[in-house]
């Protein structure tokens, strides 16, 4: 059975302090609950190790925002998978839609990295998602389908290991969301995608995540649908108070 999971996507806010105060609350917070969704929480690279260190990650998996295409050597400033491994953190978000738009991440730049992240015993958030004229132009479907083929030169195992992230672009930090019957319908489209290339059983196991400004309000609707396995959460993630009704919508 596929994996339920509510993901916190951080960005780049909270100083290391900041960070290892979200993270304990939250972890606090979830003593003594019974959980529904795995949790996971994608703090910027500095905190990885402290957060790791100070949390159940039994109960709380952690996850980098980003890693390097490359395995080693002389990138200056850039963060190997190896390296994110080492701290403890268990995923890295890749191919996000700000990472697409303000440093123009291609396929080229993306496939290395999810190879590398599986390689280091990650996985991979594999983010996809229309812009809102794409949207707009009925060309959804077909955004998403060729974002998806960056994934298809992996063998059906490896591809097991991935979870998908749907960010409808248009939908993140406007306060818009697409609505719950919108997210199920691409939602199963991406699942068709995944049937025709590994086969029914992958698809069914392969779970979903919805990225677009999920919240307390909606989160209960989104997940109700058949093909939305959770959330990749944005601004509500910095808030306890915000996260936590999210992660109890299951």
Known sequence: MRKNIIAGNWKM????????????????????KTLKCDVVIGAPFTHLASIAASIDTNKIGVAAQNCANKAQGAFTGEV??????????????????????????????????????????LTPIFCIGEVLSERENGMHFQVVDKQMEDLFDLSSEDF?????????????????????????????????????????ERANDCTILYGGSMNAENAKDLVAKPDVDGGLIGGASLSVEKFLPIIEAF
């Open 160 to 200: 097991g290991k991935i979870v998908i992230a749907y960010e409808p672009v248009w939908a993140i930090g406007t306060g818009k969301t697409a609505t719950a019957e919108q997210a199920q319908e691409i939602h199963a489209h991406i699942r068709r995608v995944i049937a025709h290339k590994y086969g029914p």
């Open 13 to 32: 806010n909270t100083s290391l302090s900041e960070g290892l105060s979200l993270a304990k609350g939250l972890n606090e917070a979830l003593k003594g």
């Open 80 to 121: 190997s998978a190896a390296m994110i491994a080492s701290t403890g953190a268990r995923y890295v978000i890749l191919g996000h839609s700000e990472r697409r738009q303000l440093y123009h991440e291609t396929s080229e730049t993306l496939k290395p990295k999810v190879r590398l992240a599986l390689e280091n015993g």
